[in-house]
């Protein structure tokens, strides 16, 4: 704390009076408190904002965050947010965030500390994307928008913050990636001709809700000259065919964006989801003899990856264990034929859809083998 | 001037101090659990102390465990297991 800082009121959250002249900026660099990049010091007036739109009382537990298991309270979050830059709109993404990536299935205790590069991206659905702001289309996992940019840095300020994983002290990762700033999007639900992520997981259209996936950084795929779902589709298998992405060893969950163009080319011979996903895990993956450079380093039996799997020189390595492990989602600008592959961390961390205010999936739409019609 | 306040984002850390457990003094007649955490080498070095432990000390039972996942906690029932018919565990990181 900075010499002369004096506590200015009791409670779970300190708030201090800095000395007079304090540069607020360097002063919370000086604590240790940033990502990196200079904090908004918050203000009672905007952190009181961001409490009314979570529903006030400031001291209410959502969640504990691990490694070090802080304890995230609606005011703490609501700092977070303001230090951020985030509106008080944001606030029931960045809440339905947290609650994600704190349930159990999705290990963040294991997310944070791993050596891997993994971090949690963010992909959002509904009419909240729309309410708020948020860029689903054009550069849409770049720079340039406030609510993509700043939800996704509101939630590595609490993994900083309260989950304590700081770099080289709870966070091990060798190399960690740029998602590590903010890794954050929405569906492109306007231009997608399929029914939102959300939609074919059961949730209403009305609804909105946050998907998290323990992820590595989009790996583009190119394509300017198929204009059939194969030809599109097994370019994205070969970016998913790599023996090094962490899926290749460790399975698990990974996502596919698909670009605008390439989904609607897709669509356009009546291909849904369904068939994109299967058409995917049938046509990816790797030899076994492959993934452990035949045998040089010895015989491998690797029991990361389902017992199922054959370990036999020629047999087939799928990337992940399932089609419904391959979460494909439509988004980006309208205009160019790329999509994205992106590997998850392995089965260590399963993802998990969130609704908004945690309404549970109503079955609103109708869903048939895995595919919603609106 | 206005008053300027400034705040710990980080939330406060509830937690009970849990002491040691008694330090063991003789080894012979002990159980020991072995919890290995199934990561790409720790086998190699798990079985080999536990192979170098047994040449130098005779134990009651010496059983092996594997975590089903590196990255995840052992299971309750795993860590019950140890507690319930162990005297000692030892455990290793072999990345």
């Known amino acids: 704390m900075s010499s002369g800082a004096k506590t200015a009121r009791a409670g779970v959250v300190a708030a201090v009076i800095p000395p007079a002249g304090t540069d607020l900026i360097e002063w919370y660099y000086a604590q240790g408190y940033s990502d990196g990049f200079p904090l908004v010091p918050p203000t009672p007036e905007k952190v009181a904002a961001v409490m009314a739109a979570l529903g006030g009382d400031a001291q209410q537990l959502l969640c504990r965050v691990p490694p070090r298991w802080g304890s995230l309270t609606r005011e703490v979050l609501a700092i977070n947010m303001v230090m951020a830059g985030c509106l008080p709109g944001y606030a029931p993404v960045v809440e339905a965030a947290m609650l994600a990536l704190t349930a159990q299935p999705f290990n963040l205790n294991g997310v944070q500390a791993t050596t891997h590069m993994a971090s949690p991206l963010l992909i959002v659905n509904g009419p909240v994307r729309n309410e708020i702001g948020m860029n689903s289309g054009c550069n849409v996992f770049g720079s340039g928008n406030r609510a993509n940019a700043t939800i996704g840095r509101a939630i590595r300020l609490m993994l900083l913050n309260v989950g304590g994983a700081w770099p080289g002290l709870l966070d091990k990762s060798t190399l960690g990636h740029p998602g590590k700033y903010t890794y954050c999007i929405a569906e492109n639900e306007e231009q997608s001709p399929f029914a939102p992520y959300h939609v074919e997981h059961g949730y209403k259209a009305e609804d909105s809700a946050v998907f998290v996936l323990a992820a590595e950084p989009p790996h583009s795929v190119t394509n300017h000259f198929a204009n059939d779902p194969p030809g599109i589709l097994d370019s994205i298998c070969s970016a998913m065919s790599t023996i090094c992405n962490n899926n290749a060893v460790s399975g698990g969950h990974c996502a596919v964006v698909l670009g605008i163009e390439h989904a609607q080319t897709i669509a356009k011979h009546g291909w849904k989801r369904h068939d994109i996903r299967h058409y995917l895990w049938t046509h990816s993956g790797n030899l076994w003899k492959d993934l452990y450079c035949n045998e040089r380093y010895g015989k491998i039996y690797n029991r990361t990856l389902p017992v199922w799997y054959k370990r036999e020189p020629d047999a087939r390595t799928p990337i992940v264990p399932s089609p419904d492990n391959i979460h494909v989602f439509v988004a980006g600008g309208e205009a160019g034929r790329f999509s994205a592959f992106i590997p998850g961390w392995g089965r260590m961390s399963s993802p998990v859809l969130r609704a908004l205010g945690g309404a549970p999936p109503a079955g609103g739409a109708n869903c048939v083998d895995g595919t919603c019609y609106l | ?95």
Request: proline share 3%.
């Open chain 2, 1 to 95: 001037m206005q008053t300027q306040l400034v705040y710990d984002p980080r939330g406060i850390v509830e937690a009970q101090a849990m002491g040691l457990a008694p330090r063991i003094r003789k080894i012979d007649g002990l159980r020991l659990a072995i919890l290995d955490n199934s990561k790409w080498n720790c086998n190699k070095m798990l079985r080999g102390v536990r192979d170098e432990l047994q040449n130098k000390h005779k134990f009651a039972a010496v059983n092996y465990f594997t975590k089903d996942s590196f990255s995840s906690n052992a299971t309750p029932e795993q860590i019950a297991e140890i507690v319930a018919n162990h005297d000692i565990a030892l455990t290793a990181i072999g990345d």
